[in-house]
């Protein structure tokens, strides 16, 4: 457990956080209104956000965009999060590459999560909003999104993909503590919830199904606005704090990363430690390899398919461009319940496409090795989706050591484990299996989607 | 959740550690030999102890003890932790009282546990040891230990009270996680639980009885030394470096305490903060006024008696000078397990028989109410041990706000809750209660004490 730290001050926080898609040479295509297949407007956007965020959403224009001294603030509870080279990671593997990992684990609710939450939250409150909603998988973003609707005085409903609310117990209570309503997903609340249930009685939730849910509520209550922790635009451009500190820190260590590597379900935590280092690639400067980490059972970066999809299970969303499964694809009750859901974000689907970003899938047990082992080494014991970057991490340092190299890694540790217990209880008892997901299941869900591309 | 942040740098952390004793114009009592009644030797404590532990622990005359390099370098992990002014909760609470708390959460176990951990895994390991020994009771230490013997190459097996075995399962999935043994106590493995277990079948343990397992393992296997996160003097050295950096960083916000406030088990966060404050008491300089926060169930300071007593509920250890309930003493199964124990370390009982530390009692509930206000307005979810000192430090703001006059209020956060959620599930459903301490049982159980004092 020798670690060697590179902290930052204060000052040192962002004030602008950066949005790529300013940059980016093919810009990500436009989402769509399913009923007119033409692109929507930000005022389209506004019964569903608040209007900075839908704004944000479309911008394509501006590369920096202002962080607000109130969200900044708050930011300062936790943040410059520290930078860390993981010596005794790389003591026990033995190996030539030089790890380092972003440890966004430290904030107050234990995961990136706030960073975004607290912008939504703040921009809501100016437009005067007085109630919000969102979905969450395994909780990370509802115990985030629940601090901030907290800190700015708003009320907020969860919808909790049920496998989740029985696996992560101590996440819903998280939630509840600081003053949020928590609702299993699928529930007979909405409309979504009910067709569902109605359908497969016994039906465990996916994030889609959860969104379908948080969306028809929001949409029916007065004054109310529906917040997300991923897959959006102006979520990513939130979360590029991470990558703009890690910059920095990357610079106090004299070296610049080879492999940047984050953790994917809709890509919040992996765009923001990778958009800011891709900035200078993009614009032809320093190259870097950029990897999202998926799990096997939801690969929808390595083998989905890149098609006009819906972001949640109902259809209630706009169109969106995206590497997808599928939007009625149900994903296995893995333990990183952040990462079940079906596609993956506009900007990040049109780099992939574009071959400025490689994704890899990742067994859940070579998953929960590779966390063992960084607890072990490094002192944390990493969140079940953060442990998808460590093992795609050691992947990386295991090659170096085949290459007999040295090899600069970053990654994102997304956030800790300590609420994620049983799941380890589980695998250290033999309990947990790998789901890889059968090329037929992936044939069957998008056999279903329209071909709009 | 505005809060105010002071933060030290590296090479802020304590190079020594502050021996109270040294200053003590009354030094505590000896410990003593059960047999003889005589004062224990250093050389009699080596079979339990690591050497260098057993001359801090009789250590009168040295005022600083150099914090070896290897256990500073692992204080880095998390060290200096931030000193936070507390905005959110003076908001709330709408009173003159300026209040701060020093931030013990933020370690990568959660807890201050860890500045004691280290220095002891350290000097076992210096020493050749190969195998320790401890017990735990909510968890907080055990996980502490498990990350010290993890760091330093130590076996460790872990006697976890078994009422907290059960309350707080996902500590002990830690403990394993870092690779500790973990046994729930009383148990069938030694002398003293299933002599114990034989009396009462039921019985859901102690921190005594933990201890007596512990001890008498440690003493049973080759190589083998035992540990303790509380009670023991050089326990309450190695916690000194919460208050020595809590002091720059008050010097930072240009004020200094008027009342410094610890919750209170055995005495090591709470000593932690206050000693270094004390010490300027000590010699003359500024008063000020220490208080320990204890359960209302386990009232050792406030109720207790100033007598000798086993640290341990078999009888194994030497004979301590404590304010106690009686080494045979059953604490109600509060959440807050990791004051659930009989006895106050020495140098407290001496500073409290001498009127320079206070003592308030808490019920339950009144704790959870205060938990609940502070994660509301602070962000942070506090351990039930933690938010008896919340309790205390409201106490002081409402008196502050009834005088209508300022008080600077200074209280430690122990550690997070983020593992103890099923108690805050039991409170907000109302189904947990007070578990005031009759005095018949106090009698009862003083009753039994060989008078020596």
Redesign the interface.
């Known amino acids: 457990?020798?670690?060697k730290?590179f902290?930052l001050q204060?000052k040192d926080i962002p004030t602008a956080w950066y949005n790529i898609a300013a940059d980016m040479e093919n810009k990500p295509r436009p989402i769509l209104n399913p009923a007119t297949k033409e692109p929507v407007s930000e005022e389209e956007l506004y019964p569903l956000f608040a209007r900075e965020l839908a704004r944000q959403e479309l911008n394509r224009t501006e590369a920096w965009i202002e962080i607000p001294c109130e969200v900044r603030?708050?930011y300062?509870?936790w943040r410059p999060t520290p930078l860390v080279r993981a010596l005794g990671l790389e003591k026990a593997l033995d190996t030539p590459a030089h790890i380092y990992f972003k440890n966004e684990s430290?904030s107050?609710v234990?995961s990136h999560k706030l960073n975004s939450s607290l912008a939504q939250a703040y921009y809501c409150k100016k437009e005067g909003v007085t109630h919000v909603t969102t979905e969450t998988g395994a909780g990370q973003w509802g115990a985030a999104m629940a601090?901030a609707a907290?800190?700015f005085g708003l009320e907020l409903a969860v919808y909790m993909v049920k496998v989740s609310y029985h696996q992560k117990?101590?996440r819903r209570?998280?939630m509840?503590?600081?003053?949020a309503q928590v609702i299993a997903s699928p529930s007979m609340s909405t409309k979504a919830g009910r067709k569902i249930l109605t359908e497969q009685p016994n039906y465990q939730g996916s994030l889609g199904t959860a969104i379908s849910e948080a969306v028809e509520l929001a949409i029916q209550t007065p004054n109310c606005k529906y917040t997300l922790g991923s897959v959006l635009n102006h979520v990513m451009l939130h979360q590029t704090v991470i990558g703009l500190e890690a910059e920095k820190q990357m610079e106090m260590a004299g070296e610049y990363p080879e492999v940047v590597i984050g953790c994917f379900g809709g890509g919040s935590n992996f765009s923001g430690i990778s958009f800011p280092f891709l900035r200078h690639r993009l614009k032809g400067g320093k190259a870097l390899r950029i990897v999202a980490a998926e799990p096997e059972s939801c690969p929808k970066l390595t083998r989905g398919q890149f098609q006009y999809d819906f972001g949640d299970e109902a259809g209630y969303t706009p169109l969106i461009p995206m590497f997808t499964l599928g939007h009625g694809f149900a994903p296995a009750h893995i333990h990183a319940g952040g990462l079940r859901y079906h596609g993956a974000g506009a900007i990040v689907s049109q780099l992939r496409k574009d071959g400025l970003v490689e994704a890899v899938d990742i067994p859940q047990l070579e998953t929960f090795d590779a966390a063992?082992l960084f607890?072990?080494t490094e002192?944390?014991?990493p969140a079940p989706e953060s442990s998808h970057a460590i093992a795609a991490a050691l992947r990386e340092a295991e090659q170096a050591k085949l290459e007999g190299k040295p090899r600069v890694i970053l990654f994102n540790l997304s956030g800790h484990g300590?609420?994620d217990?049983?799941a380890?209880?589980q695998y250290?008892a033999g309990d947990l299996g790998n789901h890889r997901l059968s090329d037929e299941d992936i044939r069957k869900n998008l056999g279903e989607l329209e071909q709009i591309l």
Chains 1, 2 share one sequence.
């Open positions: 457990m020798t670690t730290k902290l204060e603030d708050l300062k509870v430290v107050p234990g601090y907290k800190a117990p101590y209570s998280i509840q503590t600081f003053g063992t607890a072990r002192g944390i014991i300590l609420i217990m049983a380890y209880d250290f």
